[in-house]
């Protein structure tokens, strides 16, 4: 298999402080790939080099065949979709005009802006000014921008965050279906509903190291207990240990009356990350 990312023992110091502690990942063409962690863990300084913003300064790393020496070069930019904090629109053009400059850097034709204006839901907005748009609205622009030039690899840095419900779920339906296109996507983020949901694979990030990376659903059976949550009627609550002297007792709880629900202590993607990391994912 032919890797579109291949990332091996990747470093990053800046100044004494070391930020990235030799993480490696591989991604397959189509795959999405979700880095979790905390603040400050080292999320964004892998996108950046991955973007060719920072230098590494360890590990070895290629994209879509293009070695790390050659990610600043515009064969290597064309073919990648950013969006991040730090990607910018014209706040006094209208959001078609802004398109139309990054189409022009591009070279994609003019009928590519309607349609991923629509896309977006944007398409009647687009007269408006770029400094007239909500928080939501200009993430959707940025997005028209990250994917006009149909990237073959997105990088998406926290591309929900602080966003309200209807964005946050268009936002999702357009990188399910960029995903079904084949678009390999890497992005990070707090919101463990969310990598759930879109990410393939998820590493999470603690301290510039890699504590756990697997699927969501092979990391929530592994941090499984081996309990059952019975929940009554009364609002009263047990944890009873799943094992054979408790067999009799489960067996029964299953006809009892006064049982709401039961159910099997299955951790969230937010509480594999504090059994591991033994913190909060803030
Ligand atoms: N340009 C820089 N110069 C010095 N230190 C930096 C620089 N960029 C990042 N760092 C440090 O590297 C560490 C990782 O930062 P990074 O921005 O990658 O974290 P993050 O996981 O993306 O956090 P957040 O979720 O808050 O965006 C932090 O300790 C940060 O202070």
New binding site residues.
Partial sequence: MNHVINVSQLEKK?GK?H?LKGIGFKLEPGEVFGLL?P???????TIRILIGELKKSGGSIEVLGFGSKEFTKNEYLTQIGILSDRSALYDRLTVQDNLQLFRRLYQVEESVIDRVLKDVGLYNDRKKKVKDLSKGMKQRVLLCKAIMHKPKVMFLDEPTSALDPATTSKIHEILEELKAQGTTILL?T?DMEEATKLCDNVALLDDGVFKEYGTPESLRLKYKEDTMHVMYKDGKEETIKRNVENKERLADLMVDENVLKISSDYPSLGEVFIKVTGRELV
């Fill in positions: 800046f402080h930020a962690g603040s400050g863990s080292g999320k964004t300084t990070t707090h």
